[in-house]
């Protein structure tokens, strides 16, 4: 994760930009009296929002406990079903 002030986030925000696409890279930007915020790319926030739902309500309950059951022994096996 790199860290970046303000006003070379301004005067460079090409490289910072190619930097977060190019690297998969987290750039937080610190900010003088303002709150800090994170650059990332577009894929790496879908990435997180589908990750984000899919451990979210119902969800979650049914993965952990799938993960749970093979990690038990619990498993079924079936065959590929050819068209």
């Known amino acids: 994760m ?6 070379d986030l301004r005067v460079n925000l090409k490289k910072w930009m190619d930097l977060v696409i190019d690297d998969v890279e987290e ?9 800090d915020l ?7 926030y879908n990435s997180l929002k589908e990750t984000n739902y899919l451990l979210s309500g119902n969800n979650r309950e049914v993965i952990l406990r799938s993960l749970q059951d093979a990690k038990d022994g619990k498993l079924e096996k079936h065959d590929l079903i050819e068209e």
């Open 38 to 44: 994170v650059i990332i790319s577009l894929e790496e």
């Open 2 to 7: 790199k860290v970046v002030n303000y006003t």
């Open 27 to 35: 750039l937080i930007v610190k900010r003088k009296d303002n709150k």
